[in-house]
């Protein structure tokens, strides 16, 4: 009996974190760039149970089970493994804003590869995003909206001077007559990258980076200014498997009480001594 009712509680569990996993995407479905985590669930291993001793076991049917016959095999529920992005290319929005751009992958040479901003985080450290919402500080440096310094293709950050630049669609701009050209890095996995929170993504230590990839690496891309990539995600079908994820819940939480009333029956009742 125990044994079911681990099962549902796991299965409980696998949808709770899958419903975080969505309410997540529904709440970004609007964040420009943000890359929709999509979770994948997995049955934990099935055990073969067997009949331990040397009594054999009579059936209704007069039939008796061997000495280390098999009983059968046993499911231990599910859980949700991991929680991957999907890289696919966003939507573009014309906005008008000159410090708005954003990064269309136009060719890439693995499926799962996918490009990115490079950018520079509060600690000093090089870090990832898609998001091109930028926007010209008190010094004229290019950041994120949160404030991180947007950096070329050298790691320096970029200084504008003001918000009026231009940017060609192989991201050049020119600042005072000096050519700069906006840091761009491709990885051929994308799924290695981790999500650090506010648009950011660091290098896991399986990843690798390809830094201001070009046309000889088979990687073609371009920047369109005074536009934003949307989100991937899909608000009605992400509606529709919250749903989905809430009933499935509800089932294993229905068959939890179904399995605690039957112990509690079993404790008070059954093994009451008249």
């Given at each position: 009996m125990l044994r079911g009712f681990y099962t549902a509680a796991a299965g409980m569990m696998a949808n709770q974190r899958m419903q975080e996993t969505l309410s997540n995407n529904m709440a970004n479905a609007y964040t420009p760039g943000y890359k929709a985590d999509q979770g994948t669930m997995r049955?934990?291993?099935?055990?073969?149970?067997?009949?331990?001793?040397?009594k054999t076991i009579p059936t209704k049917n007069g039939f008796k089970i061997p000495d280390g016959g098999h009983v059968g095999s046993l499911n231990t529920g599910v859980y949700m493994q991991e929680a991957i992005p999907s890289f696919a290319q966003g939507d573009l929005k014309e906005t008008g804003v000159g410090t708005d751009l954003a990064l269309v992958q136009n060719e890439v040479p693995e499926e799962s590869g996918s490009l990115f901003f490079r950018v520079q985080n509060e600690d000093g450290e090089e870090r990832y995003t898609r998001n091109g919402n930028f926007t010209v500080d008190g010094e004229g440096f290019l950041?994120?909206?949160?404030?991180?310094?947007?950096?070329?293709?050298?790691?320096?950050?970029?200084?504008?001077?003001?918000m009026e630049f231009d940017v060609s669609q192989n991201g050049e701009l020119t600042v005072d007559g000096q050519a700069l050209t906006l840091g761009v890095s491709y990885t051929p996995d994308a799924s290695q990258m981790v999500k650090e929170g506010n648009d950011l993504y660091r290098l896991s230590e399986e990843a690798t980076i390809l830094l201001n990839p070009g046309a000889e690496e088979g990687v073609g891309f371009s920047i369109r200014q005074h536009h934003l990539e949307q989100s991937n995600v899909d608000p009605n079908r992400t509606m529709t498997e919250m749903m989905n994820t809430y009933r499935s819940?509800?089932?294993?939480?229905?068959?939890?009480?179904?399995?605690d009333q039957s112990m509690q029956k079993a404790v008070t009742e059954i093994g009451r001594i008249s």
């Amino acid at each position: 009996m125990l044994r079911g009712f681990y099962t549902a509680a796991a299965g409980m569990m696998a949808n709770q974190r899958m419903q975080e996993t969505l309410s997540n995407n529904m709440a970004n479905a609007y964040t420009p760039g943000y890359k929709a985590d999509q979770g994948t669930m997995r049955a934990f291993p099935e055990l073969l149970i067997e009949r331990m001793g040397s009594k054999t076991i009579p059936t209704k049917n007069g039939f008796k089970i061997p000495d280390g016959g098999h009983v059968g095999s046993l499911n231990t529920g599910v859980y949700m493994q991991e929680a991957i992005p999907s890289f696919a290319q966003g939507d573009l929005k014309e906005t008008g804003v000159g410090t708005d751009l954003a990064l269309v992958q136009n060719e890439v040479p693995e499926e799962s590869g996918s490009l990115f901003f490079r950018v520079q985080n509060e600690d000093g450290e090089e870090r990832y995003t898609r998001n091109g919402n930028f926007t010209v500080d008190g010094e004229g440096f290019l950041t994120t909206n949160l404030g991180y310094y947007v950096l070329d293709e050298d790691g320096d950050p970029i200084n504008t001077g003001g918000m009026e630049f231009d940017v060609s669609q192989n991201g050049e701009l020119t600042v005072d007559g000096q050519a700069l050209t906006l840091g761009v890095s491709y990885t051929p996995d994308a799924s290695q990258m981790v999500k650090e929170g506010n648009d950011l993504y660091r290098l896991s230590e399986e990843a690798t980076i390809l830094l201001n990839p070009g046309a000889e690496e088979g990687v073609g891309f371009s920047i369109r200014q005074h536009h934003l990539e949307q989100s991937n995600v899909d608000p009605n079908r992400t509606m529709t498997e919250m749903m989905n994820t809430y009933r499935s819940f509800e089932m294993n939480q229905r068959v939890l009480k179904a399995y605690d009333q039957s112990m509690q029956k079993a404790v008070t009742e059954i093994g009451r001594i008249s």
